[in-house]
């Protein structure tokens, strides 16, 4: 099993500009999650999702939109890039759709807003 | 206050000492997490518990549910224990989500 991947690993960007950051896992897990993680603070909660068709918000959303298609995939969008909006991006995944389990995570993105 | 709150914030130590990081939370939780996050960047789970204590190698990770306290104890630290550990709950009252504390940062030196 190749785990939680996540694509690209470094992206640099103009602010404005729209990208999507990629996330798969393999493991048949029904739940996914986006975090980012920022210099003096913990991992915040971008969206997740439950299981193929649904998600959530979580504690930072704005900016950000997700989609769940397949289970196995789920991509974060950024609409219109903000300097704010850089950060290091972590996705993860576990088999059950609730926190009440062990977490995956894939190797992050480092974004760059300028 | 954060709701999650990790002790200390950084640490050092020589190889082979017992390293002791503790972990408090201020909410109902269903399950605490330990993880371990290297240079690198990957994070790593290391425990998810709800009661008493879990041993894995030179890791140890107890938690007392009445005074809502975790601590992640290294015996015989070595150079590679290097790391930012991080503490991480599941909620009672919302399992959809976990609530990190901000980690600690150990360096362990030869």
């Known amino acids: 099993n190749a785990g939680v991947t996540q694509t690209p690993k470094f992206q640099v960007l103009k602010t404005g500009q729209s990208m999507t950051l990629q996330c798969a896992q393999d493991?048949?897990?029904?739940?996914m999650s986006w975090y980012r993680q920022d210099p003096g603070m913990g991992l915040r909660l971008i969206h997740y999702?439950?299981?193929?068709?649904?998600?959530d918000q979580g504690e930072v959303p704005n900016g950000y939109n997700v989609s769940r298609s397949t289970t196995e995939d789920f991509p974060l969008r950024l609409l219109s890039a903000a300097p704010s909006q850089t950060s290091v991006y972590f996705c993860?995944?576990?088999?059950?759709?609730?926190?009440?389990?062990?977490?995956?995570f894939g190797p992050g993105t480092r974004l760059t807003v300028l | 206050k954060n709701e999650v709150e990790q002790s200390p914030q950084n640490l050092t130590a020589q190889e082979g000492e017992f390293i002791t990081i503790n972990c408090s939370y201020s909410?109902?939780?269903?399950?605490l997490h330990w993880l371990q996050q290297h240079p690198g960047g990957g994070i790593v789970s290391l425990f998810m518990?709800?009661?008493g204590k879990k041993k894995h190698g030179r890791l140890i990770a107890t938690i007392n549910i009445q005074e809502k306290h975790s601590s992640l104890h290294i015996t015989a630290s070595h150079p590679r224990d290097s790391a930012v550990y991080i503490c991480?709950?599941?909620?009672?009252?919302?399992?959809?989500?976990?609530?990190f504390g901000t980690g600690t940062r150990l360096q362990v030196f030869p």
């Open positions: 993860a995944s576990s088999y059950n759709p609730t926190s009440y389990n062990e977490q995956f």
């Open positions: 493991m048949n897990h029904e739940y």
């Open positions: 999702s439950v299981g193929a068709g649904i998600t």
């Open positions: 909410v109902g939780i269903s399950a």
């Open positions: 518990l709800s009661s």
């Open positions: 991480a709950v599941s909620a009672a009252h919302n399992t959809d989500k976990l609530i």
